[in-house]
């Protein structure tokens, strides 16, 4: 009996995107460059669709014309659904309508551009007009925004373009693929053997020396969201950048991160960024979803729910980060 080689190991490229790093990763080597160009591709429409920093993108249209109904493109309805189902599933913990009180904070262009020491006193907040008062058409894809409104679908956004890229690369190659944004990651099609090994890490753009605590993924998705990764100071203040809707500030500092796994990486980033908001809640409205999740408090702390299994150290390295966005 001829022994069967080892499969190759995955093909890698990482390179700037939307903000942050994109990470594509495929079992078939040779189909790499259909894999890039299909991501490439698909990232570029869901800036020029969602990017609230871009003068030309829809979202900046919308943003523009609130109090005025409009009809928006397709992606752009894929994408609000998204949101609003977010909004929806959190009790409004997640809501799209945060967008004036993340400017008002200084999140007011790419992070890369935001001032890391800021004199200025931060705004006394002020509650997010609310996801229900949009009011929307999914048949007609007519949009009125209430006036004074902007969106925000940061939180949502990327992390749908990384299903959508995980989707439509193994479909059209055929081979295993893993898309990772930052802390939204996807992947789609036949896992590497012993599923894909990703690396948790507090920052997915600085995860340390050492190999952080690892899980195997075979399919669906993880996302991580914390309060360490996207900071800046005002008024004397640490800022971070996911905002508690009823009340416009910085949610509270409870949880350095929050990684979920679900389905769908839009699932496991609403679960994530929701828990990050509940702050001392989370534990238990988390037990309620069901979902596999880990959450380690600012102390280091590590809570683990629905069946997470116990931290193992990742072999140098893995194949992406988990780190939250």
Same mark, same amino acid.
């Given at each position: 009996?001829?022994? /069967?080689?080892?499969?190759?190991?995955?093909?890698?490229?990482?390179?700037?995107?939307?903000?942050?790093?994109?990470?594509?990763?495929?079992?078939?080597?040779?189909?790499?460059?259909?894999?890039?160009?299909?991501?490439? &591709?698909?990232?570029?429409?869901?800036?020029?669709?969602?990017? /609230?920093?871009?003068?030309?993108?829809?979202?900046?249209?919308?943003?523009?014309?609130?109090?005025?109904?409009?009809?928006?493109?397709?992606?752009?309805?894929?994408?609000?659904?998204?949101?609003?189902?977010?909004?929806?599933?959190?009790?409004?913990?997640?809501? #799209?309508?945060?967008?004036?009180?993340? $400017?008002?904070?200084?999140?007011?262009?790419?992070?890369?551009?935001?001032? #890391?020491?800021?004199?200025?006193?931060?705004?006394?907040?002020?509650?997010?007009?609310?996801?229900?008062? $949009?009011?929307?058409?999914?048949?007609?894809?007519?949009?009125?925004?209430?006036?004074?409104?902007?969106?925000?679908?940061?939180?949502?956004?990327? =992390?749908?373009?990384?299903?959508?890229?995980?989707?439509?690369?193994?479909?059209?190659?055929?081979?295993?693929?893993?898309? !990772?944004?930052?802390?939204?990651?996807?992947?789609?099609?036949?896992?590497?053997?012993?599923?894909?090994? $990703?690396?948790? =890490?507090?920052?997915?753009?600085?995860?340390?020396? /050492?190999?952080?605590?690892?899980?195997?993924?075979?399919?669906?998705?993880?996302?991580? !969201?914390?309060?360490?990764?996207?900071?800046?100071? /005002?008024?004397?203040?640490?800022?971070?950048? $996911?905002?508690?809707?009823? !009340?416009?500030?910085?949610?509270?500092?409870?949880?350095?991160?929050?990684?979920?796994?679900?389905?769908?990486?839009?699932?496991?980033?609403?679960? !994530?960024?929701?828990?990050?908001?509940?702050?001392?809640?989370?534990?238990?409205?988390?037990?309620?979803? &069901?979902?596999?999740?880990?959450?380690?408090?600012?102390?280091?702390?590590?809570?683990?729910?629905?069946?997470?299994?116990?931290?193992?150290?990742?072999?140098?390295?893995?194949?992406? #980060?988990?780190?939250?966005?």
């Amino acid at each position: 009996m001829t022994a /069967r080689a080892p499969a190759p190991p995955p093909a890698r490229v990482v390179f700037p995107a939307l903000g942050t790093t994109a990470d594509l990763l495929v079992t078939a080597p040779d189909t790499l460059p259909a894999a890039t160009s299909l991501l490439r &591709a698909e990232l570029a429409a869901a800036d020029l669709t969602c990017s /609230r920093f871009r003068p030309d993108s829809e979202l900046t249209r919308v943003n523009l014309g609130a109090g005025v109904s409009t009809t928006v493109s397709a992606r752009f309805a894929e994408a609000l659904h998204a949101a609003l189902r977010a909004a929806r599933l959190t009790g409004g913990a997640v809501d #799209p309508t945060v967008g004036n009180a993340v $400017i008002a904070l200084g999140y007011d262009r790419t992070f890369a551009s935001v001032r #890391p020491e800021d004199a200025r006193p931060v705004p006394v907040g002020s509650p997010a007009p609310g996801w229900q008062r $949009i009011d929307f058409d999914p048949r007609t894809r007519r949009l009125r925004l209430p006036p004074h409104t902007r969106l925000d679908l940061g939180a949502t956004a990327k =992390a749908l373009a990384a299903d959508r890229a995980a989707r439509r690369a193994a479909a059209t190659t055929g081979s295993g693929v893993l898309v !990772s944004l930052g802390g939204d990651l996807a992947v789609a099609g036949p896992p590497p053997e012993g599923g894909w090994r $990703i690396s948790l =890490a507090d920052d997915h753009a600085r995860p340390g020396t /050492r190999p952080g605590p690892a899980v195997a993924v075979t399919s669906g998705a993880l996302a991580t !969201s914390g309060v360490r990764a996207r900071t800046w100071r /005002r008024g004397g203040r640490t800022l971070h950048h $996911i905002v508690d809707p009823a !009340s416009g500030e910085p949610a509270p500092s409870v949880w350095r991160t929050v990684t979920v796994a679900a389905a769908s990486c839009v699932d496991a980033n609403t679960a !994530s960024t929701a828990a990050v908001v509940f702050g001392d809640r989370a534990v238990p409205w988390l037990r309620d979803t &069901a979902l596999p999740a880990r959450l380690t408090g600012l102390d280091g702390t590590v809570v683990r729910l629905a069946g997470w299994p116990a931290d193992t150290r990742a072999p140098a390295p893995a194949p992406a #980060p988990g780190g939250p966005r």
